[in-house]
């Protein structure tokens, strides 16, 4: 069986609070596998484009300053439900009603500083993905993987 596929970016605050080890952490303990990562300082157009859906919204802009601010952290990770669960680990959007126990719960105050992006459905990881790693992903053996999936 295929297995999901999530786009999980560490924003610049994340990478600037030295939280890169801690987040990634989590998703790696919680079973899922490493399928791709870089750091990257990406340029404004193409944060425009990452965040395309909401060209319309008046954070557009303070939003693609944020982004273009510092190197991110772009990673793809595998597993079932990766996309939704993935979406739990990281907690609500604005980090006052993100619970505690959640990235945003534990690590943010400000929806402008939410220190990381997950993608939001199956769909948008695909379109992800083909932007931030237009080569592909890697693809291994991982011999956890009987111990973490039935
Ligand atoms: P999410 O990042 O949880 O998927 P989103 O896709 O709706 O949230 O928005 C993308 C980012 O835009 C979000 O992480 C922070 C920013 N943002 C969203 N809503 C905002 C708002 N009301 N004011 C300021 N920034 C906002
Ligand atoms: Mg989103």
Same mark, same amino acid.
């Given at each position: 069986?295929?297995?999901?596929?999530?786009?999980?970016?560490?924003?610049?605050?994340?990478?600037?609070?030295?939280?890169?080890?801690?987040?990634?952490?989590?998703?790696?303990?919680?079973?899922?596998?490493?399928k791709a990562l870089?750091?990257?300082?990406?340029?404004?157009?193409?944060?425009?484009?990452?965040?395309?859906?909401?060209?319309?919204?008046?954070?557009?802009?303070?939003?693609?300053?944020?982004?273009?601010?510092?190197? /991110?952290?772009?990673? @793809?990770?595998?597993?079932?439900?990766? %996309?939704?669960?993935?979406? +739990?680990? $990281?907690?609500?959007?604005? #980090?006052?009603?993100?619970?505690?126990?959640?990235?945003?719960?534990?690590?943010?105050?400000? /929806?402008?500083?939410? @220190?990381?992006h997950g993608s939001?459905? %199956?769909?948008?990881?695909? +379109?992800? $993905?083909?932007?931030?790693? #237009?080569?592909?992903?890697?693809?291994?053996?991982?011999?956890?993987?009987?111990?973490?999936?039935?």
């Open positions: 069986m295929a297995s999901e596929l999530s786009f999980i970016m560490i924003k610049p605050d994340g990478v600037q609070r030295g939280l890169v080890g801690e987040i990634i952490v989590r998703f790696e303990k919680k079973g899922f596998k490493l870089k750091l990257v300082q990406v340029e404004r157009s193409f944060a425009e484009k990452h965040y395309e859906d909401l060209s319309s919204k008046p954070f557009f802009a303070g939003l693609v300053e944020y982004i273009v601010s510092g190197p /991110v952290v772009a990673m @793809v990770w595998e597993g079932k439900g990766v %996309v939704l669960t993935g979406r +739990k680990i $990281i907690g609500a959007t604005k #980090p006052a009603e993100a619970n505690p126990g959640t990235i945003r719960g534990d690590y943010a105050i400000d /929806v402008g500083r939410n @220190v990381i939001d459905s %199956v769909e948008s990881a695909h +379109k992800e $993905i083909a932007l931030w790693f #237009p080569d592909g992903v890697v693809e291994w053996h991982s011999s956890l993987h009987p111990w973490i999936n039935e």
